[in-house]
């Protein structure tokens, strides 16, 4: 059964930082494109980053210059580390394996002052 655990969001003032991370298991891990996505209430889920396999990483436009999405396929783990927090960033963040197209529980990122 494979699952995601996503963890490390919380409450950054405007212009903070923070690193979410997302654990993996039962799924072949190191062969996985891996993503972050993204919501808020009453919006659509929105693609935030994704890494593959191979490392090739891509970006929504509006944050490839504040956020970046790795992997450790040591730890079967993903990481985003977001930068230059926003309050328009505030949202529930999931972390999602493509090839299973299985999600995690979220965790929630609020940016405020």
């Known amino acids: 059964q494979v699952e995601l655990v996503e963890s490390g969001g919380g409450l950054v003032q405007p212009g903070g930082s923070l690193i979410l991370s997302c654990t993996a298991s039962g799924m072949r891990f190191v062969l996985a494109t891996m993503g972050w996505y993204r919501q808020t209430p009453g919006k659509q889920r929105e693609w935030v980053a994704t890494?593959?396999?191979?490392?090739?990483?891509n970006y929504a436009d509006s944050m490839k210059e504040r956020f970046t999405i790795s992997r450790d396929n040591a730890k079967n783990a993903v990481y985003l580390q977001m930068n230059s927090l926003k309050p328009e960033d505030t949202a529930v963040y999931y972390c999602?394996?493509?090839?299973?197209?299985?999600w995690g529980q979220g965790t929630q990122v609020t940016v405020s002052s």
């Open positions: 999602r394996a493509h090839q299973y197209d299985v």
């Open positions: 890494v593959t396999s191979g490392g090739t990483t």
